[in-house]
C-alpha cells in the first residue's frame, strides 16, 4: 500500500510540472484557494475545510465545480465530486482512512480544485494537506545532578526521540514540574497545543532552566510534540531541591583525659539529598587534628586517629549531595571538638607516717603535670613476705592521699606500705618509699599498750565465802580491791541489780582519765535482747563504775576502743548468773489425810524471756526434818509461766507429820536463768 501512495505523488509532481497551455480569458477560474482549518501547516486530524472563490461576472457560466484528492494510497476513494458554484465556497476534506489499518496514513496530500462550464474545464487550483497522527517516541528528561542548591536554578536537558521522527517532525517539547508527584505536561494524552509547547523551537530546542526554587522534591514531565501537536509519552525526572547544611556528630572527644592513642568519628546526616557516597564530587565528610591537612572520605562517615600527650583540637565538616557545605565557609564553621590525651604516668610518695601525734594515719602525693592526680590507694603487708598488699580505706583530695592504719587489727612486727596513684588519664604509679627515698616501713606496735582492768563490785568488793555443814553454814567475810582478783563470775537472784567496775590504764601502769570505754552485755541464748552497750567515761585515776540492771544471765565486757596514742584494750569476761524467779504457794496449811488434796500453784514471772508454747519443767519436792529434798513429781507450766498440782495425803504415817514443800526450776537449754528454788512451805497432816 506504501508502494501505491508513493506513485500517486509522483504522478502529481509531473502533472504540476508540466507546461500548461495558455487559457482563453473566458475560462471558468477558481482563486484564493486556501486551507481554513486546521490554522498549522500540519494537522493531527484527517479532516481540512478548503475554501475558495469564484468571479461572481462568472458565475452564472459555471455549469459546477469538481474536487479531487491526490496522494490517497489505496483504492475504493472517489477521486471526483462535483458542487454547485457560489462565489465563495468552502468543502470539508477528510483524508480516507485505511481499511487494512484502520487508520489514515500520515502524509502530504493534495486537493485539486477546478470549475467547468459548457465550453469545458477551468485550470485547476492545488492545495497541499498535510496530515500527521503519529506519536514521537518519548523524549527523556535528565539534569546534570540529582540535587541542587537553592541558591542554583536546576537545568533540564532533554534527549531526542528515536528515530524515525513523525513525518512532522519535532515541533519542541512540552515540560511541567510539580512538588513531590508528577503532573501531565499538556491536558489531552495524546497531544500538546502551541501554548502548551514550551520549547517551540524545534528538536534542538532541548533545554530548560526552572529558576530558583524552594527546599523540596519535585517532579519534572516532559513529552516530544510533533510538527502536527501529537505528543509523546511522558518521561519523568525527580529534581531535587536541598537548601540545608548537612548536621555533624564528633565521637571521641569532649570526653576526660585518655591515656593513649583515640579514635574520632565524625559522623554527618542530611535528610533531604543525603550523604550517600557517590564518588570523587558526591557527598563527603572531612576531619582535621590539628589544623592539619583534613582526612577526606566519600560519604558519612570519616575516623581519625589522634596521639600524643597534650589537648588536641578536632574539626570535622561535610558536604552533602545538593554541595550544601558545612565547615568549608566562614558562614558555616566546622563543627570542633576536643581530645585529651596523657600517656605519662604521675609521680608518687609518702609524704608523712608515724606522726607522733596520730602514728596510724599515713600520707602520700601524687603529682602530674598534665591530665592532675586522681585516685589511689595505700596498702600494706608484713615486711619480707611474698603476700599481697592488702589495701588499706584510702581517701583522695586535690592530690593527697591518705589512710589509717588499724594496727591494733595486725599482730607484732615489721610491715611495709605501698602507695599507687592514678592521674586523671588512668596512667597508674606505684611507690614504697618515701619522699627522701627511704623505704616506707614501720614496727607494730605503734601506739602505747592500754589495759583494762574488770571484776565484781565497786572500789572494793565485799566477799563472803560459805562452807555449808549438815545443817549449818559457815561464812568468812573478805574485802577485795584489786578489780583483777576478784572472782570472775557470780550468781544472783532474780530482779537484783549488781555494781560492777574497773581500770583503764596504759602498760606503764599509768592510769588513763576521761577515755571512753563500753560495758558490753552479752545475754544467754533464749533472752529478748541479745546485748546491751552503756557508754562510761574514766575518772581522774582512771576508774569506772556502773551497776547492771537487773534481767537474764549474762556476760559482761569493758571495751575500750583506742585513740592516736593508744591500742585497743579489752578486759576479761564476767559471767553474772541470775537465778529463776519462782512463785509458789499451797491451797492450806493442813490437809486431812484420806480428805481433800492440797493444791500447789506456782508462777516463772519472766518478762525478758519467752516461755515457749510447751511450757517449762517445775519440779515438786519435800523434805522432813533432817533429810533431804526430795521430787515427787515434774509439772509442765502453761505459756504464762503458770503450773499448779493437787496433792493427797492418804498415808496413816502422814498424821502429826510436818512436811516441807517448795518447787525447783532445773536448768534447761535456751533458758537465760541459772536454776532456782521457791521459799518452802510447810503443810502438816492430821
Known amino acids: 500500500m506504501r508502494r501505491r501512495r508513493y506513485v500517486g505523488l509522483a504522478l502529481l509532481a509531473l502533472a504540476l510540472?508540466?507546461?500548461?497551455?495558455?487559457?482563453?480569458?473566458?475560462?471558468?477560474?477558481?482563486?484564493?484557494?486556501?486551507?481554513?482549518?486546521?490554522?498549522?501547516?500540519?494537522?493531527?486530524?484527517?479532516?481540512?475545510?478548503?475554501?475558495?472563490?469564484?468571479?461572481?461576472?462568472?458565475?452564472?457560466?459555471?455549469?459546477?465545480?469538481?474536487?479531487?484528492?491526490?496522494?490517497?494510497?489505496?483504492?475504493?476513494?472517489?477521486?471526483?465530486?462535483?458542487?454547485?458554484?457560489?462565489?465563495?465556497?468552502?468543502?470539508?476534506?477528510?483524508?480516507?482512512?485505511?481499511?487494512?489499518?484502520?487508520?489514515?496514513?500520515?502524509?502530504?496530500?493534495?486537493?485539486?480544485?477546478?470549475?467547468?462550464?459548457?465550453?469545458?474545464?477551468?485550470?485547476?487550483?492545488?492545495?497541499?494537506?498535510?496530515?500527521?497522527?503519529?506519536?514521537?517516541?518519548?523524549?527523556?528528561?535528565?539534569?546534570?545532578?540529582?540535587?541542587?542548591?537553592?541558591?542554583?536554578?536546576?537545568?533540564?536537558?532533554?534527549?531526542?526521540?528515536?528515530?524515525?521522527?513523525?513525518?512532522?517532525?519535532?515541533?519542541?517539547?512540552?515540560?511541567?514540574?510539580?512538588?513531590?508527584?508528577?503532573?501531565?505536561?499538556?491536558?489531552?494524552?495524546?497531544?500538546?497545543?502551541?501554548?502548551?509547547?514550551?520549547?517551540?523551537?524545534?528538536?534542538?530546542?532541548?533545554?530548560?532552566?526552572?529558576?530558583?526554587?524552594?527546599?523540596?522534591?519535585?517532579?519534572?514531565?516532559?513529552a516530544a510534540v510533533s510538527g502536527s501537536g501529537m505528543s509523546s509519552l511522558p518521561s519523568s525526572v525527580q529534581v531535587g531541591v536541598d537548601g540545608t547544611r548537612p548536621d555533624l556528630t564528633l565521637e571521641g572527644t569532649g570526653g576526660g583525659w585518655a591515656n593513649g592513642p583515640v579514635r574520632v568519628v565524625a559522623r554527618a546526616t542530611d535528610p533531604l539529598s543525603g550523604m550517600a557516597a557517590a564518588g570523587a564530587t558526591g557527598p563527603r565528610t572531612t576531619i582535621a587534628v590539628d589544623a592539619a591537612a583534613p582526612t577526606v572520605a566519600q560519604g558519612d562517615e570519616v575516623a581519625a586517629i589522634v596521639s600524643g600527650s597534650g589537648v588536641h583540637a578536632v574539626a570535622a565538616g561535610a558536604r552533602d549531595a545538593a554541595g550544601n557545605a558545612r565547615g568549608e565557609e566562614k558562614a558555616s564553621p566546622p563543627l570542633t571538638g576536643i581530645v585529651r590525651i596523657d600517656e605519662d604516668p604521675p609521680a608518687v610518695a609518702f609524704a608523712r607516717s608515724g606522726d607522733p601525734g596520730d602514728p596510724e594515719l599515713l600520707e602520700a602525693t601524687v603529682a602530674d603535670s598534665l591530665s592532675g592526680p586522681a585516685a589511689g590507694t595505700i596498702a600494706v603487708r608484713p615486711r619480707g613476705s611474698t603476700r599481697a598488699f592488702e589495701p588499706l580505706p584510702t581517701r583522695s583530695a586535690e592530690g593527697r592521699l591518705s589512710a589509717r592504719w588499724d594496727s591494733d587489727s595486725y599482730p607484732p612486727g615489721s610491715y611495709e606500705f605501698r602507695v599507687t596513684g592514678h592521674d586523671a588519664a588512668g596512667n597508674p604509679a606505684s611507690s614504697a618509699l618515701r619522699a627522701n627515698g627511704a623505704p616506707m616501713v614501720l614496727a607494730n606496735p605503734i601506739k602505747v599498750p592500754s589495759v583494762v582492768h574488770f571484776g565484781f563490785g565497786g572500789r572494793q568488793l565485799v566477799w563472803h565465802r560459805c562452807v555449808r555443814s549438815g545443817e549449818s553454814r559457815r561464812c568468812h567475810r573478805e574485802v577485795i580491791e584489786p578489780f583483777g582478783r576478784r572472782p570472775p563470775s557470780r550468781v544472783v537472784p532474780y530482779g537484783r541489780s549488781v555494781q560492777v567496775g574497773g581500770q583503764l590504764v596504759a602498760a606503764t601502769g599509768a592510769p588513763l582519765a576521761g577515755a571512753a570505754v563500753a560495758l558490753v552485755e552479752t545475754f544467754d541464748a533464749g533472752a529478748a535482747a541479745s546485748t546491751r552497750v552503756t557508754q562510761l567515761r574514766t575518772g581522774p585515776d582512771g576508774t569506772f563504775f556502773a551497776r547492771l540492771a537487773p534481767g537474764p544471765s549474762r556476760q559482761v565486757e569493758a571495751r575500750f576502743g583506742g585513740s592516736n596514742l593508744l591500742t585497743r584494750a579489752s578486759s576479761r569476761g564476767l559471767k553474772l548468773g541470775v537465778q529463776t524467779a519462782l512463785r509458789f504457794r499451797a491451797s492450806a496449811t493442813r490437809a486431812l489425810v484420806g480428805g481433800r488434796p492440797v493444791v500447789f500453784r506456782g508462777r516463772v514471772p519472766h518478762a525478758e524471756a519467752a516461755i515457749p508454747a510447751y511450757g517449762r519443767p517445775i519440779q515438786l519436792q519435800f523434805r522432813l526434818p533432817g533429810t533431804a529434798w526430795t521430787e515427787f513429781r515434774t509439772v509442765q507450766t502453761d505459756r504464762a509461766g503458770r503450773f499448779e498440782y493437787p496433792y493427797s495425803f492418804s498415808d496413816d504415817d502422814s498424821r502429826g507429820v510436818r512436811f516441807l514443800f517448795r518447787a525447783y526450776a532445773p536448768p534447761q537449754p535456751g533458758w537465760p536463768y541459772e536454776p532456782a528454788a521457791s521459799r518452802p512451805l510447810a503443810v502438816s497432816g492430821y
Not at 493531527?44 to 491526490?70: C, M, Q, T, Y
Open 17 to 222: 510540472s508540466a507546461p500548461c497551455p495558455a487559457l482563453a480569458a473566458s475560462e471558468p477560474r477558481v482563486t484564493n484557494l486556501r486551507i481554513e482549518e486546521p490554522t498549522s501547516s500540519w494537522s493531527a486530524g484527517n479532516h481540512f475545510k478548503l475554501r475558495w472563490n469564484l468571479d461572481p461576472a462568472e458565475v452564472g457560466e459555471i455549469r459546477g465545480v469538481s474536487l479531487r484528492l491526490l496522494g490517497v494510497p489505496h483504492e475504493g476513494v472517489p477521486e471526483v465530486a462535483q458542487m454547485e458554484p457560489r462565489p465563495e465556497m468552502s468543502k470539508w476534506v477528510e483524508i480516507p482512512v485505511d481499511p487494512n489499518t484502520d487508520r489514515a496514513v500520515p502524509g502530504v496530500y493534495t486537493a485539486e480544485i477546478w470549475a467547468y462550464t459548457a465550453r469545458g474545464r477551468g485550470p485547476s487550483q492545488f492545495a497541499p494537506l498535510r496530515f500527521d497522527n503519529a506519536r514521537p517516541d518519548p523524549a527523556v528528561p535528565w539534569l546534570d545532578v540529582a540535587w541542587y542548591r537553592t541558591d542554583v536554578a536546576p537545568l533540564l536537558r532533554i534527549s531526542h526521540p528515536a528515530t524515525p521522527l513523525p513525518i512532522s517532525g519535532i515541533r519542541g517539547y512540552a515540560v511541567s514540574l510539580r512538588r513531590d508527584g508528577a503532573e501531565p505536561p499538556c491536558a489531552l494524552a495524546d497531544r500538546c497545543t502551541l501554548a502548551e509547547t514550551d520549547l517551540g523551537a524545534g528538536i534542538d530546542d532541548d533545554t530548560i532552566s526552572f529558576g530558583l526554587l524552594s527546599e523540596g522534591t519535585y517532579v519534572a514531565s516532559v
